[in-house]
């Protein structure tokens, strides 16, 4: 696996790190390596595709960032339509792999970034700068890193069944040997 093993008294917020990361790559080792074909075959009865996935998690990524950072995402996430649920799955059938893999790892980057900051100005325990319920009240940074790893355990699980249905990939983990976040490279 390419996300080093966290110490063996690992404390929490590494522990959080860490799971998020493995989550991430085992996605990125899923999602990878596929042409325009593989990536926008959908799945019946699901109309999901490996495509939608990749564009939605980066989607989600940015989102997410928004509370570390306080800065929204540019473009082309910024476009996005809340009012249209379907947009990113829609936009991602008329991006290319290239494009789609590019997205994913530049919103990676970038919540890693805002993340890293945000944990270093005050730990997990400081509230978001965005989310907020319907009072006005923040959750911490603990809540948004672990919503963000649920999103990725949720699709690392869809993206674990499309794949083998597309061409037989199965594991639990990604081989040792592939380097990290290689969603950006395609097979030739």
């Not at 990113?88 to 790892?105: F, G, Q």
Request: aromatic share 6%.
């Amino acid at each position: 696996m390419t996300v080093p093993e966290p110490s063996l008294t690992a404390g929490e917020q590494e522990m959080l790190l860490y799971v998020l990361d493995r989550s991430r790559e085992t996605f990125a080792w899923k999602a990878g390596g596929l042409d325009a074909e593989a990536l926008g075959r959908a799945h019946p009865p699901s109309t999901m595709t490996l495509g939608g996935l990749i564009k939605h998690l980066a989607l989600v990524e940015e989102r997410y960032t928004i509370d570390f950072s306080g800065r929204p995402p540019g473009p082309p996430l910024s476009d996005a339509d809340p009012g249209d649920p379907t947009w990113v799955w829609r936009s991602a059938a008329e991006d290319s792999p290239e494009v789609l893999y590019r997205l994913w790892r530049d919103a990676v980057v970038r919540s890693r970034a805002a993340m890293a900051a945000a944990l270093a100005e005050g730990g997990l325990d400081q509230p978001a700068k965005f989310t907020s319920d319907g009072d006005g009240n923040h959750p911490n940074l603990r809540r948004i890193v672990a919503d963000l790893h649920d999103e990725y355990a949720r699709h690392v699980g869809h993206a674990d069944l499309f794949r083998e249905a597309i061409d037989g990939l199965t594991g639990e983990d990604p081989p040792s040997d592939r380097p990290a976040a290689a969603l950006d490279r395609t097979e030739d």
